[in-house]
C-alpha cells in the first residue's frame, strides 16, 4: 500500500478527495502551469493534468530505474503534458521555470531536515517560482512541529513577509490524513513525536 491512493490503487491518502477539499481546481485553469513537490506517487499530478496545460512532479523518493505508479498511469493512459523527475527538489529548483500553481502538501518540512535552508529561504525560493497571481498551495505534515524540523507557522509567516497574501487556511479532516507522521530524533531512532493533525494553506502572488 502507497502513501497516494488513486482509482483503483490502494493508498493512505485518497487523492480525488484531497483535491476537491482543498480546492485546488477553484484555482487551477487550462492555461496553467502547475509544479508538484514531492509528487510521491505521482497522482495528484496525472489527476491535474487534465485540469492544465502542464504539470511538472518532482520526487526523490524513486530511483531513476524504478517506475513508479503515475509514471505507470501516464504510459497506460498517453497523458503528453506530465513530467515526472525523479530528483530532490534542492538539486532542480534552479532549472525551474515559473509556475501558476505549486503544490508543497506535507513536504516541506522534509526539504528543511535535509539542508540549510532556513524558513525564510524556502519561502523566498517558492515566490521566486511562482508566477505573478500565482497560487501556492502548503500543506503542513502535522500543526505542531517545533523548530528542529519544521514550524509551519513561522514558515506561513515567512510567506507572506515575503510578499504572498493568504487566501483562507483548512484543518485537513481525520479521513484525508493518512497515518501518523514519524521523525527521525537526535539518536536515529524513528518513532511517533507530534499530533496527525495537519492543515492547509493557501496563498496567492499578487502581480508586482
Wanted: proline share 4%.
Amino acid at each position: 500500500m502507497s502513501y497516494q491512493s488513486y482509482k483503483n490503487h490502494i493508498g493512505d491518502r485518497p487523492t480525488e478527495e484531497r483535491i476537491k477539499f482543498y480546492r485546488i481546481l477553484d484555482y487551477l485553469k487550462p492555461n496553467h502551469s502547475l509544479l508538484d513537490i514531492g509528487c510521491n506517487s505521482g497522482f495528484f499530478s496525472v489527476y491535474l493534468a487534465s485540469h492544465c496545460k502542464n504539470v511538472v512532479g518532482v520526487d526523490s523518493l524513486w530511483p531513476p530505474d524504478v517506475k513508479f505508479f503515475g509514471e505507470g498511469y501516464v504510459e497506460e493512459n498517453s497523458i503528453e503534458n506530465i513530467e515526472f523527475i525523479k530528483e530532490s527538489f534542492l538539486d532542480v529548483y534552479l532549472s525551474l521555470p515559473k509556475f501558476d500553481v505549486i503544490l508543497a502538501l506535507a513536504v516541506m518540512g522534509h526539504i528543511k531536515n535535509c539542508n540549510s535552508w532556513g524558513i525564510e529561504t524556502i519561502a523566498k525560493k517558492l515566490y521566486d517560482l511562482t508566477n505573478d497571481n500565482g497560487i501556492l498551495f502548503h500543506e503542513s505534515i502535522t500543526d505542531d512541529f517545533d523548530n528542529d524540523f519544521i514550524d509551519y507557522k513561522k514558515l506561513n509567516q515567512s510567506y507572506i513577509d515575503i510578499g504572498f497574501k493568504e487566501l483562507f487556511q483548512l484543518d485537513i479532516p481525520t479521513e484525508l490524513e493518512g497515518p501518523t507522521p514519524t521523525i527521525q530524533n537526535d539518536v536515529g531512532v524513528w518513532g511517533n513525536k507530534f499530533s496527525s493533525i495537519r492543515k492547509l494553506t493557501v496563498f496567492k502572488k499578487d502581480s508586482e
